[in-house]
């Protein structure tokens, strides 16, 4: 076999591998539509499991328009209830910033989120096992809390509610959760 | 226009053999970022990944509800894998920063950031997915063929011919691709939104508490004019990087302007890695004449700096 003849083989290899990679590509970026989810499925499973998964929605559609914090009630066996901050990025400093921007991540696009609350009970019962520093008095109920303030409007400048608070999750420890 | 034009288009686009300069600048910049995001793991591993981290591996699992590949999920989870993956993970961050073994490296890097994104996806932003997605066409690519240990040491050196070797760069044109395909979604995901249309977006984004790291000082009056700059600022040089960057004449513009949104973003918002890894990401688009000229600007001043003294 002549070496042009093997480089255009190798070529043709090359390209079908390059297809599939591009429509791995195309398949993350083009609208979900019936259409694009049966053609793609295999694809799809393939990417998601391997990795080559993508998602570049940022500020998408719009920025959230709230300031968001959240903490936890931690009440103890004897009565007496600690509240735990989650790290707040805005009182850092750069360098803490940019080492807990993961929480910003967490906290607030995930744990936020009503529709991932299948987090909630692992989030508890991390908070119970780190607060947990004697071994008399454990942790007993964990309470999640959110603070949302809303960023006022730029053109009339109006704020349209005060800073809203309510518990959206409360999670009985069990003793296992501290082991 | 016909078939064999077509394939002749396809076959110069993807295999017109090129220097492997721009690629290994890539790898380099590219490594350091990867690094950067390595260090930012550290304080908070077992946190994350650990025994007893803030999600388990069954809610990691079931999150998004389709299988996913990771070195966790094999055995029963606890801190010494941790430590184990992140070890493997820093040595070949480190190797492919220097192009010692760099497929072997870059496929490691992949297989490690695979299993530790996948171990708990819920931390995870644009730029750790686009780092994640870098390290997998690295292992396709000629990254190690210049600017490396592996160059130093190779047969092709060995042959002692002057003149350089070109390689295929259809790895590198993937990459060109993906970093499009970021801009790309990016643009038409901001293209839905009303903000993004009215030119208040970007007051949101900088109203934001949670993102804010260094005081804007034009700001402090809410100058709507700016604001709307801004945003529509914005909104085109993400539409450009997708699609003006493929016309030679534009492409220099276009990444200067890429630069100056993205040291803006990295100035005024707390989004680490992803300015860093996209402009990283421009080295690709670099022709290498244009890198050799450069290099060759650099060795030259030191020498001229010795004939005038």
């Known amino acids: ?179 | 226009m016909n078939l064999n034009y077509l394939t002749l288009l396809w076959n110069r686009f993807w295999f017109k053999k090129q220097s492997a300069i721009s690629i290994a600048l890539f790898r380099i910049f590219y490594s350091l970022v990867l690094l950067e995001s390595i260090i930012l793991f550290q304080p908070d591993l077992y946190d994350w990944f650990g025994t007893h981290a803030w999600t388990t591996i069954q809610t990691a699992k079931l999150w998004e509800n389709s299988p996913r590949f990771g070195l966790f999920f094999i055995n029963t989870p606890d801190n010494f894998i941790v430590t184990a993956i992140y070890s493997v993970l820093v040595i070949s961050s480190i190797t492919l920063l220097f192009g010692l073994f760099t497929r072997i490296s870059a496929l490691t890097v992949f297989i490690c950031l695979t299993s530790i994104h996948h171990r708990n996806p819920l931390i995870l932003h644009s730029g750790d997915t686009l780092i994640r997605l870098c390290s997998y066409y690295l292992i396709w690519s000629q990254a190690g063929k210049a600017l490396s240990l592996d160059s130093l040491f190779s047969k092709d050196k060995a042959d002692n011919t002057s003149k350089e070797k070109l390689y295929n760069p259809w790895a590198q044109r993937l990459l060109q691709i993906q970093i499009c395909a970021v801009y790309w979604q990016s643009f038409w995901g901001k293209a839905a939104g009303l903000t993004w249309l009215k030119g208040t977006a970007v007051y949101y984004a900088l109203q934001l508490e949670e993102f804010q790291r260094f005081p804007l000082m034009f700001f402090g009056t809410n100058p709507i004019w700016l604001y709307k700059f801004l945003t529509y600022y914005t909104l085109f040089i993400e539409f450009a990087l997708f699609s003006l960057i493929w016309i030679k004449e534009f492409r220099y513009p276009v990444i200067i302007a890429g630069i100056f949104l993205h040291l803006g973003l990295d100035y005024s918002m707390n989004i680490p890695l992803f300015q860093h890894i996209m402009i990283a990401s421009y080295l690709l688009f670099i022709d290498p004449k244009d890198i050799k000229k450069l290099f060759a600007l650099l060795k030259k001043k030191p020498k001229a700096v010795e004939s005038a003294t």
């Open chain 1, 1 to 179: 076999m002549t070496h042009s003849k093997l480089q255009q083989i190798q070529q043709c290899f090359l390209s079908l591998f390059i297809v599939i990679n591009l429509c791995i590509i195309i398949l993350w970026s083009i609208p979900s539509c019936t259409l694009t989810e049966f053609l793609f499925a295999p694809i799809k499973n393939i990417s998601q499991f391997s990795g080559l998964w993508q998602n570049f929605a940022m500020f998408s559609p719009n920025p959230r328009n709230v300031n968001l914090n959240y903490v936890a009630l931690i009440t103890y066996a004897d009565g007496s209830v600690k509240l735990w901050q989650f790290p707040r990025m805005e009182h850092l400093n750069i360098i803490d910033k940019m080492i807990k921007e993961r929480y910003r991540k967490f906290i607030n696009d995930h744990v936020s989120n009503e529709s991932e609350k299948m987090i909630w009970p692992d989030v508890a019962r991390h908070l119970a096992y780190i607060n947990n520093s004697n071994p008399n008095n454990p942790p007993k109920v964990i309470s999640l809390r959110s603070f949302i303030s809303e960023i006022p409007d730029l053109e009339t400048n109006n704020k349209r509610k005060e800073t809203e608070s309510y518990t959206f999750f409360v999670y009985k420890v069990m003793p296992e959760d501290l082991k």
